[in-house]
């Protein structure tokens, strides 16, 4: 039950981020205004973030679930991470409950962590009653978004800035 009600949060995160219009929700929209955060290391259990759907596989095996998307994205579920992949490469990690970003956060951490941990370089902005904090790594080209429900972490997501331009 665990790995559908996480994967049906996958979608919608998908389903909120990549628009086919530009949004001033973007956080593409925001990059002026803030610094750039290195998140070369937020990686989930891959070698590079855009590995290509071989790389995964060949990497993690066969994933716990696969879903595809009428987008055209494929969601790869494995223990600990979710993997988005769009055009046959990844573009979007999902962090499960339980498993630490690179800096050492995880689903359930006091949402004034994500500050204390990433830095002061962030963004916030809500986008269909979501409450999201983010950091942008504009050499990478890669977001982290940390959605907070009541104080806390509530979902934890890494994207290529692809899921935002489509």
């Known amino acids: 039950m665990k790995k559908v009600i996480m994967a049906i949060i996958v979608v919608l995160i998908i389903a909120a981020c990549g628009q086919t219009e530009k949004s001033k ?33 060949a990497a993690l095996g066969e994933p716990e679930l ?3 998307t009428k987008k055209g994205e494929s969601v790869f579920q494995y223990s600990g991470y979710n993997y988005v992949l769009y055009g046959g ?9 339980g498993q630490l970003t690179a800096k050492g956060l995880q689903i359930g951490d006091q ?18 009653g979501l409450s999201i ?23 934890i997501a890494v994207s290529d800035y692809s899921i935002f331009e489509r």
């Open 25 to 57: 929700s973007s956080p593409l929209d925001l990059a002026a205004a803030v610094q750039s955060t290195d998140l070369s290391s937020e990686l989930g259990q891959l070698d590079r973030f855009n590995a290509s759907e071989q790389e995964v596989l």
């Open 89 to 97: 490469k990844v573009v979007q990690i999902n962090v499960e409950a």
């Open 66 to 68: 696969r879903l595809e």
């Open 133 to 155: 904090q983010g950091y942008l790594d504009k050499e990478n080209k890669r977001v982290i978004e940390f959605i907070k429900e009541e104080e806390r972490i509530a979902v």
């Open 111 to 128: 949402a004034e962590r994500i500050a204390d941990v990433y830095g002061p370089n962030y963004y916030e902005r809500n986008y269909e």
